[in-house]
C-alpha cells in the first residue's frame, strides 16, 4: 500500500457545484495533515492545515478520521479559479513530508 | 519579507555536466527537503535534512548529492550519474513544533534541462 493515496481525477465540475476529495494514508503515527494547491507550473502553495476536529475557511472544509487514516477536502460554491491541482501531505515528526500524487480539478462556466 | 528562495529559475545543463540548484530560507526552519516532479506527475522525495550536517535520502537519490552546512542552506548537486535529469525542482522548509511538523513552505522551483 502506498504511504499516501490520492483519486487522480480529473474532477470535472460546473461553476456552482460541490466537490470533494478523499486522501488515505498507511502510518498510523502521522501527526500532521495540511492540503496544498498547485497551479500549472508552480509551486505548490498551502491551503489549509486540518486538525482533528476539521476545519473551515470560507468555501473550503477539512477533515480527519484517524480511525480510517483518511482525510478530506470539500470545496463548496467552485469557482473557476478553484482549478488546480489539489495535493494531501501527510507528516510524522521527525520524518519527510509524504505527498500524495494530487488530485485535478476542472471548474468550466 | 521570510521566505525560501530558489536559484536559477531556469537551468540548462549540457550531458555529462554537474549543476548546483541553490535552495535559501530564512523562516528558521530546522527541515528543508528536495523534491522533483515531472510533467503530470506527484512530487518525489530525492533528500531531506532535520538538523545541520545530517541529511537522509529519499525515494529517488541517486544521481543527487546535498549538503547541509549552515541551517538556512540547503543545495542539491545533480550530477552526470543522474541519467535523466530534465524536470521541476522543488525545495521546501518547515519547522518543528512541540512533536508536530508545522506547514511547510516552497520555494519557486527551478526548471532543468538537459541540452
Known amino acids: 500500500r502506498k504511504e499516501v493515496e490520492q483519486d487522480p481525477g480529473p474532477f470535472n465540475v460546473p461553476e456552482g457545484a460541490t466537490v470533494a476529495f478523499n486522501c488515505t494514508y498507511s502510518?498510523?503515527?502521522?501527526?500532521?495533515f495540511f492540503w496544498y494547491r498547485q497551479d500549472c507550473r508552480k509551486e505548490p502553495k498551502l491551503l489549509m492545515s486540518?486538525?482533528?476536529s476539521g476545519n473551515e475557511d470560507g468555501r473550503f472544509t477539512a477533515q480527519l478520521n484517524r480511525a480510517s487514516q483518511y482525510i478530506s477536502l470539500l470545496i463548496r460554491d467552485s469557482k473557476l479559479s478553484d482549478s488546480a491541482t489539489y495535493l494531501c501531505?501527510?507528516?510524522?515528526?521527525?520524518?519527510?513530508?509524504?505527498f500524495g500524487k494530487g488530485t485535478t480539478l476542472s471548474v468550466s462556466s | 519579507d521570510g521566505g525560501i528562495t530558489q536559484s536559477p529559475k531556469y537551468l540548462f545543463r549540457k550531458e555529462g555536466q554537474n549543476v548546483t540548484l541553490s535552495c535559501e530560507q530564512n523562516?528558521?526552519?530546522?527541515?528543508m527537503y528536495w523534491y522533483r516532479q515531472d510533467p503530470g506527475q506527484g512530487l518525489r522525495l530525492i533528500y531531506y535534512?532535520?538538523?545541520?550536517?545530517?541529511?537522509q535520502k529519499g525515494d529517488i537519490a541517486e544521481g543527487y548529492s546535498v549538503s547541509r552546512e549552515k541551517k538556512e542552506s540547503f543545495p542539491l548537486t545533480v550530477t552526470s550519474a543522474q541519467k535523466n535529469p530534465t524536470a521541476f525542482y522543488l525545495c521546501?522548509?518547515?519547522?518543528?513544533?512541540?512533536?508536530?511538523?508545522?506547514?511547510?513552505?516552497f520555494g519557486q522551483g527551478t526548471r532543468l534541462t538537459v541540452v
Open positions: 501531505v501527510v507528516n510524522q515528526a521527525g520524518t519527510a513530508l509524504i
Open positions: 502510518n498510523s503515527a502521522s501527526q500532521s
Open positions: 486540518v486538525y482533528s
Open positions: 523562516l528558521n526552519h530546522d527541515a
Open positions: 535534512s532535520q538538523i545541520v550536517n545530517d541529511f
Open positions: 521546501a522548509s518547515n519547522g518543528l513544533v512541540g512533536r508536530a511538523n508545522t506547514e511547510a513552505f
